[in-house]
């Protein structure tokens, strides 16, 4: 059976503030509620505001999604606690909050009819700056929104010569972005054959890059994405307590493509997943833990756990970076039910919707650099973890097969290994395993 993975919804977290406002047949409920990063995690004390869902002034339903935030895990939507309307945007895209911390509120209010206007939004746009600003009739743009109006005026520029792109006509912070970058193109000079001795320097969007900065010699500056803060934190954790050591072979993929072409349409309408080589790889990988099972365990203290089952991540290429999800007991998987996991992950990953409890766990990873191209890397271990398999491109090239110079599709494969616990002679044995039960697939099934 494949496994399915459901989106959990956080509820933010709720303050009182302003009045009350009695709904019918119940008790008073506060006019203003104040929407609070809710707790996502044990360990997360810190999240970063992601994409907003909605903008100021508009009508949400109590449980739609509100904004995206980034945690160092993965990414997660805050549904509205109530119907009413966005009063306020505390945290733009891109900034971070604490737990438990103020990023918007919402006036609760009935739902209005079609063509209603939220009832505060004239008399709030006069009494607070940071408001949706409306722009003049006749101009492009319906709405500024509030960081986009901040750029506007360090740049001293006009809502109406800007096109909006945003919903309902809205004027977003990248349109006075991409606008601003363009301009500065168009008035950019022909670079000299030799620069003069002081470039006239000109001024550029504030914030995001660099002031009074020549025209060519811009710089952008933001910030890491709590993803890749993570992805960092992990990496340097691992070349800094592991003895890594890498270690190649190379593998024939002629009979594992032959297999395939011939089998995937029929596989594809039974089990309605494309069959991949990475299935192929992922039964192999459970072949070569069970026979060396140092490259499946992990030091803990001044111990090693070995474990007798094998939950393999796999990396994916996702919306934020590079996330590795983790396929859980691949040993008791079929062929279909690893290819639904990593389809049902990539889709996942593609939207940010991976959840914490997605991403931690696993004994072993194996990451695909072939499907941008890499003839050949060393790939990093992911601690806990004793060791990674690296795939890269298949690439046709002669080889001496009984004595006769053939060309055939090879791959070239890689092991990078925890050297404190698993031997050169367990790695390349591993290697030669995975060589082994590719070249000859029928031992997947033969259980040989």
Excluded at 133 to 150: E, I, L, W
Excluded at 252 to 261: E, F, H, L, T, Y
Aim: proline share 8%; aromatic share 6%.
């Amino acid at each position: 059976m494949v496994p399915t993975f459901t989106q959990p919804r956080y509820l933010g977290g709720i303050q009182n503030s302003g009045s009350c406002l009695p709904l019918p047949n119940g008790p008073a409920v506060p006019e203003i509620i104040q929407v609070e990063v809710p707790n996502v995690g044990e360990s997360i004390s810190e999240v970063q505001i992601g994409q907003w869902l909605k903008a100021k002034g508009d009508w949400v339903d109590s449980g739609e999604d509100l904004v995206e935030i980034e945690t160092e895990k993965a990414s997660v939507q805050i549904p509205a606690p109530t119907d009413g309307y966005v009063e306020s945007i505390d945290k733009e895209s891109e900034e971070f909050a604490s737990v438990g911390e103020v990023i918007a509120s919402i006036r609760v209010a009935e739902k209005p009819a079609q063509n209603d206007s939220h009832p505060s939004e004239s008399k709030s746009a006069a009494a607070n700056s940071d408001e949706v600003t409306p722009t003049p009739a006749g101009n492009a743009a319906s709405f500024v929104m509030p960081a986009a109006q901040r750029l506007l005026e360090e740049n001293g520029l006009q809502a109406s010569e800007i096109p909006a792109s945003g919903p309902g006509g809205r004027l977003l912070k990248e349109d006075v972005l991409a606008y601003v970058q363009n301009q500065n193109k168009k008035l950019s000079p022909t670079p000299p054959t030799s620069p003069p001795a002081t470039p006239e320097p000109r001024r550029t969007v504030t914030g995001s890059l660099i002031a009074d900065a020549p025209s060519h010699r811009q710089e952008q500056v933001k910030p890491l994405s709590m993803l890749r803060r993570t992805i960092a934190a992990r990496l340097v954790e691992a070349q800094q307590t592991a003895a890594l050591l890498t270690t190649f072979n190379e593998i024939d993929m002629k009979p594992v493509m032959s297999i395939r072409s011939k089998y995937k349409e029929r596989f594809l309408e039974r089990h309605g997943v494309k069959l991949g080589f990475m299935s192929f790889f992922a039964k192999a990988a459970v072949e070569a833990l069970r026979k060396f099972p140092a490259v499946n365990a992990e030091i803990r203290n001044n111990d090693i756990v070995y474990r007798h089952y094998q939950d393999i991540g796999i990396a994916i290429g996702g919306g934020k970076g590079l996330v590795v999800p983790v396929i859980r007991n691949v040993e008791l998987l079929s062929f279909a039910g690893i290819e639904g996991s990593i389809s049902d992950f990539a889709k996942q990953a593609a939207e940010n919707r991976l959840q914490p409890e997605d991403l931690i766990g696993g004994t072993f990873t194996i990451s695909n650099g072939g499907i941008y191209g890499s003839l050949l890397s060393t790939p990093i271990v992911n601690p806990p973890q004793s060791g990674i398999l690296g795939l890269h491109a298949i690439q046709e090239r002669p080889v001496a097969v009984d004595g006769e110079v053939v060309i055939r599709p090879m791959m070239n494969i890689a092991l990078t290994y925890d050297h404190r616990i698993v031997d050169g002679r367990e790695a390349v044995g591993f290697l030669r395993t995975i060589k082994d039960v590719i070249e000859d697939p029928a031992r997947l099934f033969l259980e040989l």
